[in-house]
């Protein structure tokens, strides 16, 4: 079987171009500076937004990376606003998931406001799943030696649910919003959508709030919230971080 092109260690899957950057994108950042390969696909390519082009978003996606410094992007071609967990789409998943080789996955949370959000997470976790089977069969991912992901996580920002753990973004919170900023489609002020989107003048105080509010959580300044299902596992007490009092 052919070797895996640009294998990363790990791999952010999101409904659309940006999500990665508002919602673990510092958590990538911080993960790239430890020296770990870190990736993003996108499940579609923005054709149905309110603002800006497909065209537009793929070359600010690309420019987002680069802030990210992200080892491999790439955006499918799942239909943008109608995602649906089917077969197909999961073998389209699980071809990525056997090609990139991560340790670990994360997913957006599975309770969203955007369909797109909540339906990703099932489909990026079954996706996962399939590609470690051997036999599996479809979409080309025969050709590709069977791998599954070692961890899945939830990235939990805009979900009412209490975080697993907190991931420290406060070195990185600058070039986290700088990548959310690449996509002046979307976030510059203009007319159009102008009711949906928040303005660009608020957009720095917002995220930046709420980034506080996580690292508050866990002691830091600055933070990105997750939510893994499985329990933890502690090796040493006097070792563990976060202050009780």
């Keep these: 079987m052919p070797a895996p092109a640009n294998p990363v260690d790990v791999l952010a899957i999101a409904a659309h171009r940006d999500d990665v950057e508002q919602t673990c994108g ?4 911080r993960m790239a500076s430890r020296g770990l390969r870190t990736g993003i696909l996108d499940l579609t390519q923005g054709e149905s937004g309110t603002r800006g082009s497909a065209e537009e978003r793929a070359a600010e996606a690309a420019a987002a990376a680069k802030i990210l410094g992200v080892t491999h992007r790439e955006a499918l071609d799942l239909p943008d606003g109608a995602v649906a967990n089917t077969l197909e789409n999961r073998l389209k998943v699980a071809r990525e998931i056997r090609q990139l080789r991560p340790r670990v ?8 406001r955007h369909p797109d959000h909540a339906i990703a997470a099932p489909l990026g976790y079954e996706a996962c799943f399939l590609a470690g089977l051997s036999r599996l069969q479809g979409n080309g991912v025969e050709e590709l030696a069977p791998h599954r992901p070692f961890k899945i996580i939830y990235a939990s920002l805009y979900a009412d649910v209490r975080p697993s753990f907190i991931v420290d973004i406060t070195e990185f919170i ?3 919003h700088a990548s959310l900023m690449a996509y002046k489609s ?3 002020n203009q007319q159009q959508g102008s009711t949906l989107f928040v303005p660009e003048e608020e957009i720095r105080e917002r995220t930046f709030a709420e980034a506080r509010h996580y690292g508050l959580l866990a002691g830091v300044k600055y933070g990105e919230p997750f939510v893994q299902r499985e329990v933890g596992l502690v090796d040493d007490l006097a070792l563990i971080p976060v202050q009780s009092i």
């Design 26 to 29: 510092g958590t990538l950042l």
């Design 105 to 112: 996955v994360i997913l957006p949370y599975w309770e969203a």
């Design 174 to 176: 600058d070039q986290r």
């Design 186 to 188: 979307q976030y510059a």
